[in-house]
T-cell receptor
Framework: QQPVQSPQAVILREGEDAVINCSSS?????VHWYRQKHGEAPVFLMI?????EQKGHEKISASFNEKKQQSSLYLTASQLSYSGTYFC????????FGQGTELSVKP | GAGVSQSPRYKVAKRGQDVALRCDPI?????LFWYQQALGQGPEFLTY????????KSGLPSDRFFAERPEGSVSTLKIQRTQQEDSAVYLC???????????FGPGTRLTVT
């Protein structure tokens, strides 16, 4: 039931791009993305409500392929502030989170 | 207005003690959720409420865990006879209605010694 995220961890230099994938064995109705910094609460990034939808937030965007039961989060021209752990969550009455992808952006 | 608040922020309990964790959601938010987050893991669903009704408690790990939201606003998560494996951060989140974004509180870090 828990969505699977990949990669588990990624290290970037400032300005580099990254993609984080989230896949589920169950049909997806919506996908949430959150970022959590160490010792802090998860912070909402975006929610995708229907298949094929893409949403953007500054240089962070996401896509949702309902057919493949997958979502991907795209981070372009990464900044130091992007460091943290990214979680996808799949909604089916309750939000179930993946295990997280730890992103470190170095100067 | 103010965000989701939780108290206490830190709690140390001796094994076998009972603890009560409080969550104050954003005013007017219908849905309230409890999650347990172990170190290095994603938040794991425990239970959720719509107003005062507990609609799903399938994630509660044992009958030692009990949650309530009697008036549809403040919620309390109670853990009886705490065990070491209960050590984790307990996150509360609220949302205006089901299917919308979650607003998370800062969490309560529970350490059972």
């Amino acid at each position: 039931q828990q969505p699977v995220q990949s990669p588990q961890a990624v290290i970037l230099r400032e300005g580099e791009d990254a993609v984080i994938n989230c896949s589920s064995s169950k049909a997806l109705y919506s996908v949430h993305w959150y970022r959590q910094k160490h010792g802090e609460a998860p912070v909402f990034l975006m929610i995708l409500l229907k298949g094929g939808e893409q949403k953007g937030h500054e240089k962070i965007s996401a896509s949702f392929n309902e057919k493949k039961q997958q979502s991907s989060l795209y981070l372009t021209a990464s900044q130091l502030s992007y460091s943290g752990t990214y979680f996808c969550g799949t909604e089916g009455g309750k939000l179930i989170f993946g295990q997280g992808t730890e992103l470190s952006v170095k100067p | 207005g103010a965000g989701v608040s939780q108290s206490p922020r830190y709690k140390v309990a001796k094994r076998g003690q009972d603890v009560a964790l409080r969550c104050d959601p954003i005013s007017g938010h219908v849905s309230l959720f409890w999650y347990q987050q172990a170190l290095g893991q994603g938040p794991e669903f425990l239970t959720y409420f719509q107003n005062e009704a507990q609609l799903d408690k399938s994630g509660l790990p044992s009958d030692r865990f009990f949650a309530e939201r009697p008036e549809g606003s403040v919620s309390t998560l109670k853990i009886q006879r705490t065990q070491q494996e209960d050590s984790a951060v307990y996150l509360c989140a609220s949302s205006p209605r089901m299917g919308t974004r979650r607003y998370f509180g800062p969490g309560t870090r529970l350490t059972v010694t």
